[in-house]
Nanobody, 127 residues
Framework: QMQLVESGGGLVQAGDSLRLSCAVV????????MGWFRQAPGKEREGVSC????????NYADSVKGRFTISRDNAKNTVYLQMNSLKPEDTAIYHC????????????????????WGQGTQVTVSS
């Protein structure tokens, strides 16, 4: 079955950048939408960004618009989250997730829409 593996997290200073990667393993095709979610200590899980199966119509949380960019490379079975101008409030565990039954040209920011989840990667931003 599908397995998602995140990487790219780390400890950075405010204003720095990170690029998270999520490798998709065990799926025959790229017919899935992808999302990034995060959970900070003491807070509920939050949708960060998502992207449709073809890379169109990305969505972003208001808190990251203009700073984060989601993309995917279906030839590499990988989705990315480029995070620029990081702030301490971005500190969280970041999970990628796959929706294997998406509507065409659509992705959801609702975590309940997603079927498979990665193990998470820690992003810590110091002030």
């Amino acid at each position: 079955q599908m397995q998602l593996v995140e990487s790219g997290g780390g400890l950075v200073q405010a204003g720095d950048s990170l690029r998270l990667s999520c490798a998709v393993v065990g799926h025959r095709n790229s017919d899935y939408a992808m999302g990034w979610f995060r959970q900070a200590p003491g807070k509920e899980r939050e949708g960060v960004s998502c992207i449709s199966r073809t890379g169109t119509s990305p969505n972003y949380a208001d808190s990251v618009k203009g700073r984060f960019t989601i993309s995917r490379d279906n030839a590499k079975n990988t989705v990315y989250l480029q995070m620029n101008s990081l702030k301490p409030e971005d500190t969280a565990i970041y999970h990628c997730a796959a929706d294997t039954n998406p509507m065409y040209g659509y992705c959801s920011m609702n975590p309940w829409e997603y079927d498979s989840w990665g193990q998470g990667t820690q992003v810590t931003v110091s002030s």
